[in-house]
């Protein structure tokens, strides 16, 4: 397998909004990162991802972007920005920024002329059609609930998006929102970012013709899956994006693809480095979905979560490269979801737990801030406390086609919602966690007298600590990097257990991801080996182990041990 550095890295994800703020109005901006900058080189990482900053209406907390070339007034300035980017490669990180061009916003200059005539030289940067028997073009459903098409009165016929009707879809069929694209690409490449996550970019290519999707029982509309995602042009108009931009500078990028296959991503995040370097995949955090998509309060299997992330392993092997991710600021926090919040001690184990049996994997791993504290999802008392569109659009549509009564449905917004990612990060015990001298944009959790950086920086047991560990023994041992993965137990309810192998070496990761006891012999070899990490302060190795609640451990052994 090729090296690369950022095979080699691990992320760190930042959501301007919510991360620090430095002007008192209650929104995270770019000098409060640039002053938070030493914490995360304390932590370790390798890479910053900041999630748009760019100018923007805010709709959609900044996907939504009618200015690719500025900054939002309320995240700072492109001054700030040169001093924020020089400041990281001066301590010797990088920053990969978010590419959000599947749509911009409504208030983009290019749709407001695109809209303004149907013979203005920007109509063909949108998807306009005419509407079919006094309604929308077909009967596709968007993903922040409502139909695909929005109707425009100046010109009479209806946009597409796949999002928000204020995030109108940006044609890619035109050559010439390619080239713009590039342009504006090369333009933040030659500032000196080092990266881009692009956003939703498996939707780019859309079938001719956008035939109606399948409708699912219970939906409302047609699914745009088979239409939209990994469609017909996808591949081709990477490799020129790749061929335009990225074969020209050393980047980082990672196409967030929902609706991902094995397969799919052996195209997407080739080795021969035609398309990109990575993909998120969505299967392990779709696994939770019920009848309702994600608006569901079930819990994931822990054997399926095992199918799930053991085919990716393996299917990737050699061919492409895996990132690795339980948050980001679309899903509901990790240890609420997956571990055990209920207590401080079971919450710091399972936090502990969950990331060692991440960042054993081979891929490259991503933290969302506020993870590696154990930070839990909000509380939302009620409906008022959402700020999230995607929530509340949600939230009205269900209700009001008595698809779902409001205390059920908001108990899923509770569970599942993106505001649980959003809520501010959590700096100290003191007013707003340190996050704001303002009125947080969103309400700060009051767990935060318990849960925040100040109190765990210095404690060599903390969740942070932990994550600091993590971060050393993949930059120490190759073998993290680059093993060979095989799963352990597929069957088993309790333990998620693998071995990697690399050159002679091989490392076992055992994690009892349950609140309960759980028995598990050692492979040939391992009680000899050495523990490199634990959950607990005194696991010892022996050839049959009970595993504590939560109890996790990596073990490696050398040549011929
Ligand atoms: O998300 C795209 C996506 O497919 C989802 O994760 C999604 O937002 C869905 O709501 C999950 O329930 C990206 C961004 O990460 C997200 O924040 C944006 O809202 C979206 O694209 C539109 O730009």
């Not at 009618?66 to 490669?89: C, K, N």
């Not at 993903?143 to 044609?171: K, R, V």
């Not at 995040?269 to 309702?292: I, V, Y």
């Not at 959003?422 to 003191?430: D, L, N, V, Y």
Request: glycine share 10%; with cysteine.
């Amino acid at each position: 397998m090729k090296k690369a550095w950022w095979k080699e890295s691990v992320v760190y994800q930042i959501y301007p909004r919510s991360f620090q703020d430095s002007n008192g109005d209650g929104m995270g901006d770019l000098p409060g990162i640039t002053a938070r900058l030493p914490y995360l080189r304390e932590l370790g990482v390798d890479v910053l991802w900041l999630s748009p900053f760019y100018k923007s209406p805010g709709k959609d907390n900044g996907y939504d972007i009618s200015d690719y070339r500025d900054i939002d007034p309320q995240f700072g300035t492109l001054a700030d920005f040169d001093v924020m980017l020089a400041e990281i490669h001066r301590l010797g990180m990088k920053l990969v920024i978010d590419l959000v061009v599947n749509h911009t916003s409504d208030q983009h200059p290019w749709f407001q002329a695109s809209r303004s005539s149907r013979d203005n030289p920007y109509r063909d940067y949108y998807i306009w059609r005419d509407g079919v028997d006094g309604g929308p073009p077909n009967n596709w459903g968007g993903c922040f609930s409502g139909s695909c098409w929005t109707y425009d009165d100046a010109t009479g016929q209806y946009y597409l998006h796949t999002f928000g009707d204020f995030q109108p879809e940006l044609n890619w069929e035109n050559p010439k929102v390619r080239q713009e694209v590039y342009d504006m690409m090369r333009w933040w490449c030659d500032r000196g970012v080092d990266g881009f996550r692009m956003d939703v970019i498996s939707f780019i290519s859309k079938t001719p013709g956008l035939p109606d999707g399948p409708v699912h029982p219970g939906a409302l509309y047609g699914d745009f899956g088979p239409y939209v995602i990994n469609g017909p042009r996808v591949h081709e108009f990477l490799q020129e994006m790749n061929r335009e931009v990225l074969s020209r500078y050393d980047l980082l990028t990672v196409g967030e693809c929902a609706g991902l296959t094995v397969d799919q991503a052996c195209l997407y995040a080739n080795e021969d480095g035609r398309e990109l370097t990575m993909a998120f995949q969505f299967e392990q955090s779709d696994l939770d979905n019920g009848e309702h998509g994600k608006w569901d309060t079930r819990k994931i299997r822990l054997t399926d979560l095992k199918a799930v992330l053991s085919r990716w392993q393996y299917g990737l092997e050699g061919k492409a490269w895996n990132s690795l991710y339980w948050c980001n600021h679309d899903q509901p926090r990790i240890v609420s979801r997956l571990g055990d919040d209920s207590t401080p001690i079971l919450r710091e184990r399972s936090a502990k737990a969950l990331a060692l049996c991440l960042h054993m994997m081979q891929g490259t791993p991503y933290i969302y801030q506020g993870e590696e504290l154990a930070m839990t999802n909000g509380r939302f008392d009620s409906l008022a406390d959402f700020r999230d569109v995607e929530s509340l659009n949600a939230y009205r549509e269900m209700t009001e086609s008595g698809q779902m009564d409001p205390e059920r449905m908001l108990a899923c917004l509770r569970y599942k919602g993106r505001d649980n990612a959003r809520t501010p990060m959590q700096w100290t015990a003191g007013p707003n966690a340190g996050f704001t001298d303002g009125t947080p944009w969103i309400g700060v959790n009051e767990n935060c007298r318990d849960i925040n950086a100040a109190e765990q920086m210095g404690r060599p047991d903390s969740v942070y600590s932990f994550y600091k560990a993590l971060i050393r023994l993949r930059h120490e041992h190759e073998i993290i990097v680059y093993g060979r993965f095989d799963l352990l137990l597929p069957e088993d309810e309790q333990l998620f257990a693998y071995t990697r192998e690399l050159e002679g070496e091989r490392l076992l990761a055992v994690c009892n991801l349950s609140g309960r006891e759980a028995s598990f012999t050692l492979p040939e070899g391992f009680e000899r080996g050495e523990l490199l990490i634990s959950s607990m302060a005194d696991t010892a190795l022996s050839g049959t182990m009970t595993l504590r609640p939560w109890e996790a451990f990596a073990v490696l052994c050398g040549d011929g041990a």
